[in-house]
């Protein structure tokens, strides 16, 4: 088990960065796929980003790419999300969550509580 605990959200202007970053507890950390997801207000929760335990492999939702780097450090036991040329629609609750290999498929299971993201002028 992995209780994450995201960090980093704010009110940003259009066209502006941030860092997001998730810290997890536990030493078995460097064994999960991570992932970023995001809520807007009134739309159901969406993939953003993920990277595997090694963290040699991401991939994106298309459009974030270019714009969005997710990364990890598995001796800090935290991954990160970098967001970068925000747009207002970019607003959303940003959520990490780990995945785990069950006998039907992969499943996230570990999710964290979410930090907001606000852009707007």
């Known amino acids: 088990q992995v209780q994450l605990v995201e960090s980093g959200g704010g009110l940003v202007q259009p066209g502006g960065s941030l860092t997001l970053s998730c810290a997890a507890s536990g030493r078995t950390f460097s064994r999960y796929t991570m992932a970023w997801f995001r809520q807007a207000p009134g739309k159901e929760r969406k993939f953003v980003a993920g990277?595997?335990?090694?963290?040699?492999?991401?991939w994106y939702e298309d459009s974030v790419k270019g714009r969005f780097t997710i990364s990890r450090d598995n001796a800090k036991n935290t991954v990160y999300l970098q967001v970068n040329s925000l747009k207002p629609e970019d607003t959303a609750v940003y959520y990490c969550?780990?995945?785990?290999?069950?006998?039907?498929?992969?499943?996230?299971?570990?999710w964290g509580q979410g930090t907001q993201v606000t852009v707007s002028s």
């Open positions: 990277i595997t335990a090694s963290g040699d492999t991401t």
């Open positions: 969550a780990a995945r785990v290999v069950t006998g039907g498929g992969v499943e996230y299971r570990y």
